[in-house]
Nanobody, 124 residues
Framework: QLQLVESGGRLVQAGGSLRLSCLAS????????LGWFRQAPGQEREFVAA??????YYADFVKGRFTMSRGSALNTVHLQMNGLTTEEPPVYFC???????????????????WGRGTQVTVSP
C-alpha cells in the first residue's frame, strides 16, 4: 500500500505563489507515476501535472506557471505554483500509480493512490 499526504495549501492573494508538497509512505519503491490534480466543488477532477520519474508533463493552462519537482527526499514531490488566479479550482490532490500510462496520465483513473487533498484559496 502507498499513502499520500498533501500539504502547503493556504490562503494566498491573486498573483501570489505557493508550493504544495506530497509526502509518500509505504511502498514508494514501486511508484512510477506521480500526478497532481485539482477540483472545484461539483466539478470533475482535472489534471495539473504528472511525472514519470524522468520528465514532467503539464496541463496547457499551467505551463509556465506551475512546476512539478521531486524533493531532496525521494518520497516527496512538490508543485510550485506562481501567478495564481481566483479562477483556480481550490482543492489539490496528489496521486500515484505503479505504472506510467503514456496515453492516460492526464486521467484520474490512471492513478490508484490518492491523497485527501489540500485547500488553496486565492483571494482577489
Amino acid at each position: 500500500q502507498l499513502q499520500l499526504v498533501e500539504s502547503g495549501g493556504r490562503l494566498v492573494q491573486a498573483g501570489g505563489s505557493l508550493r504544495l508538497s506530497c509526502l509518500a509512505s509505504g511502498r514508494t519503491f514501486s511508484t512510477n507515476a506521480l500526478g497532481w490534480f485539482r477540483q472545484a466543488p461539483g466539478q470533475e477532477r482535472e489534471f495539473v501535472a504528472a511525472w514519470n520519474g524522468v520528465t514532467p508533463y503539464y496541463a496547457d493552462f499551467v505551463k509556465g506557471r506551475f512546476t512539478m519537482s521531486r524533493g531532496s527526499a525521494l518520497n516527496t514531490v512538490h508543485l510550485q505554483m506562481n501567478g495564481l488566479t481566483t479562477e483556480e479550482p481550490p482543492v489539490y490532490f496528489c496521486a500515484a500509480d505503479r505504472t506510467w500510462s503514456r496515453t492516460g496520465y492526464t486521467r484520474p483513473r490512471s492513478y490508484e493512490y490518492w491523497g485527501r487533498g489540500t485547500q488553496v484559496t486565492v483571494s482577489p
